[in-house]
């Protein structure tokens, strides 16, 4: 009972940044984890960051220093800041919300990420 609405996605050069948003709408509870997976023909769906409705973070270890996510628990929202891009993001990105304890997993369509070298 919950849909998850990506944007943001695009092309860009190597080097360059890109800002993808997810907005939330539904039957959503207050404690939540929200994040952003990414896949691709070649790999399975992986964390890219995630960050839980109380304010902590994870992060994949190829993403520390050059991602940053953030959330606005009011407007049920959450962005990811990506900077430095590499070719090897280019992924299919999707919005996560997982609710601990309530067997609740949900999942936006995706928004492609395309990074030219």
């Known amino acids: 009972q919950v849909q998850l609405v990506e944007s943001g996605g695009g092309l860009v050069q190597a080097g360059g940044s890109l800002r993808l948003s997810c907005a939330a709408s539904?039957?959503?509870?207050?404690?939540?984890?929200m994040g952003w997976y990414r896949q691709t023909p070649q790999n399975e769906r992986e964390l890219v960051a995630s960050?839980?409705?109380?304010?902590?973070?994870n992060y994949a270890n190829s993403v520390k220093g050059r991602f940053t996510i953030s959330r606005d628990n009011a407007k049920n929202t959450v962005t990811l800041q990506m900077n430095s891009l590499k070719p090897e993001d280019t992924a299919i990105y999707y919005c996560?919300?997982?609710?601990?304890?309530?067997?609740?997993?949900?999942w936006g369509k995706g928004t492609l990420v395309t990074v030219s070298s």
């Open positions: 996560n919300m997982n609710v601990p304890g309530f067997l609740m997993n949900y």
């Open positions: 539904g039957s959503i509870f207050s404690a939540n984890t």
């Open positions: 960050m839980t409705s109380a304010g902590s973070t």
